[in-house]
């Protein structure tokens, strides 16, 4: 018997670290779809690149640290986190600037993206 199609999960995430649940929310979601053996990549745009900064500290906040759920997601498989390149020079940042490897990608680029990807799910 063969064995069923893995369809593939994009997460879109624009949302600040720390503004609201939205952030938290799309790193659950890839989390729990990479546990399920979905081919799951995440890609931040706008503020949603803040979220990999290096050096995060929610002490003395009721927030969970967003860096360290996010370096753990090697551990599940997902190992495609791309951002966008606008976004990066919008904030000024550089790849060293961030706490995973990620792929910068130009805007051309973020089109190919999404039409690789079976399911766009946005946060």
Known sequence: MAEPKKTSVL???RQCPYDGTLAQSAVDFSLAAAAFEQP???LLLGNG???LLNGQDTQGSSQKNIGKRLSSLPLYGI???YVDATSMA???LQAEDLLLPVE???????TA????????VSF
């Open 40 to 42: 799951v990549s995440l």
């Open 79 to 81: 190992e495609k986190v």
């Open 49 to 51: 690149v803040l979220q």
């Open 113 to 120: 993206l999404f039409s690789d990807h079976d399911h766009v």
């Open 11 to 13: 997460i879109l995430s």
């Open 104 to 110: 910068i990608l130009s805007d051309a680029s973020l």
């Open 90 to 92: 919008r904030y000024d």
